[in-house]
């Protein structure tokens, strides 16, 4: 499987333009500037971020000298130690705040849990077998863990979101997801389409797959904009939420659907809580090797920044 997704990501990379394009924020009042260079290349919803440290955690594909897909982790001065190989699987790795873990959904049949050292704590099995494309998994405000499974609802596949319950150890559905017109007559498959899963502070779930991103409250689901793609990016990328605007590296959506950013920039995005945004930078698009992350943040940062809720009720 390993060479099969590396060549995939390889031609990823060779369809990308040849004249490098440099990652540029276009919100105003925010820069850029590189965090660490000499990164191979970031696997799809593999970059997080722990908030306490600002140290970024990023599963990358292997050195010439490597046998295997790594956990890597840049520590905010640059500086990238290399922790462990990771079972190369198509996945999703999450930071949980809370416990102070990592989880990867992209095991055998499992969801890891493991500590900031890559030891494995715990084993959870997928809540589907197939899973949704990306096992998509994120820690929600309640502390737990969720994912998204498919259902079939009036004839019509559905995602359904479902909560892990660690004791007696099963995944329990949470809301079937009745998706907004026009989405709601399209048919998705979802088990075939890459989805990414998040939550902001509130509660409040959004899922995002090629084409659409969707916010889902206790008032029901609404189509927050198109996910557009951007180039050869034909898969989604994570979703995550700052100041009450969405962010994708795939077509750079924010909230009013104005692009946030621009440049050949990788499906790998992770947001702390400071609102800094980190991206892997192409580079030369004909390697799988030298890859850089940029931290793009705000010119003026306001001295109290502590939570979501914070954040966002500084700037509304």
Same mark, same amino acid.
């Given at each position: 499987?390993?060479?099969?997704?590396?060549?995939?990501?390889?031609?990823?990379?060779?369809?990308?333009?040849?004249?490098?394009?440099?990652?540029?924020?276009?919100?105003?009042?925010?820069?850029?500037?590189?965090?660490?260079?000499?990164?191979?290349?970031?696997?799809?919803?593999? !970059?997080?971020? =722990? &908030?306490?440290? #600002?140290? /970024? $955690?990023?599963?990358?594909?292997?050195?010439?000298? %490597?046998?295997?897909?790594?956990?890597?982790?840049?520590?905010?001065?640059?500086?990238?130690?290399?922790?462990?190989?990771?079972?190369?699987?198509?996945?999703? !790795?999450?930071? =949980? &705040?809370?416990? #102070?873990? /990592? $989880?990867?959904?992209?095991?055998?049949?499992?969801? %890891?849990?493991?500590?900031?050292?890559?030891?494995?704590?715990?084993?959870?099995?997928?809540?589907?077998?197939?899973?949704?494309?990306?096992?998509?998994?994120?820690?929600?405000? =309640?502390?737990?863990? #969720?994912? /998204?499974?498919?259902?079939?609802?009036?004839?019509?596949?559905?995602?359904?979101?479902?909560?892990?319950?660690?004791?007696?150890?099963?995944?329990?559905?949470?809301?079937?997801?009745?998706?907004?017109?026009?989405?709601?007559?399209?048919?998705?498959?979802?088990?075939?389409?890459?989805?990414?899963?998040?939550?902001?502070?509130?509660?409040?779930?959004?899922?995002?797959?090629?084409?659409?991103?969707?916010?889902?409250?206790?008032?029901?689901?609404?189509?927050?904009?198109?996910?557009?793609?951007?180039?050869?990016?034909?898969?989604?990328?994570?979703?995550?939420?700052?100041?009450?605007?969405?962010?994708?590296?795939?077509?750079?959506?924010?909230?009013?659907?104005?692009?946030?950013?621009?440049?050949?920039?990788?499906?790998?995005?992770?947001?702390?809580?400071?609102?800094?945004?980190?991206?892997?930078?192409?580079?030369?698009?004909?390697?799988?090797?030298?890859?850089?992350?940029?931290?793009?943040?705000?010119?003026?940062?306001?001295?109290?920044?502590?939570?979501?809720?914070?954040?966002?009720?500084?700037?509304?």
């Amino acid at each position: 499987m390993r060479q099969v997704l590396t060549a995939s990501l390889l031609a990823c990379a060779l369809l990308a333009s040849a004249v490098h394009a440099a990652v540029t924020p276009l919100a105003p009042g925010w820069t850029a500037h590189t965090v660490a260079t000499g990164i191979p290349f970031p696997l799809d919803n593999a !970059l997080v971020v =722990d &908030p306490a440290t #600002h140290d /970024l $955690y990023a599963i990358t594909l292997p050195r010439p000298t %490597e046998t295997s897909v790594m956990l890597r982790r840049i520590a905010p001065d640059g500086v990238v130690t290399t922790l462990a190989p990771v079972t190369f699987g198509e996945g999703t !790795l999450k930071f =949980d &705040p809370f416990a #102070h873990v /990592l $989880y990867w959904s992209g095991g055998d049949h499992v969801i %890891e849990q493991r500590d900031l050292a890559w030891n494995l704590l715990a084993t959870i099995p997928w809540p589907s077998d197939p899973p949704i494309s990306g096992v998509p998994i994120a820690v929600g405000p =309640d502390h737990q863990l #969720h994912s /998204l499974i498919q259902v079939t609802v009036g004839g019509l596949p559905v995602p359904r979101i479902v909560r892990y319950d660690p004791s007696p150890g099963v995944w329990t559905p949470e809301t079937d997801v009745a998706m907004p017109p026009p989405l709601d007559q399209l048919g998705i498959d979802f088990s075939q389409s890459p989805v990414s899963l998040q939550f902001d502070d509130a509660g409040r779930a959004f899922i995002s797959a090629v084409g659409f991103i969707v916010r889902v409250d206790g008032s029901g689901s609404t189509q927050l904009g198109q996910q557009l793609l951007k180039g050869d990016l034909a898969v989604a990328a994570s979703l995550a939420i700052s100041l009450g605007a969405l962010y994708d590296p795939s077509g750079g959506f924010q909230g009013g659907g104005a692009p946030f950013v621009s440049g050949n920039y990788l499906g790998a995005i992770a947001i702390s809580p400071d609102a800094s945004v980190y991206v892997f930078d192409r580079g030369d698009p004909t390697t799988e090797q030298d890859k850089s992350i940029v931290v793009l943040s705000q010119q003026a940062v306001p001295a109290r920044r502590t939570t979501w809720s914070a954040v966002k009720a500084l700037y509304h």
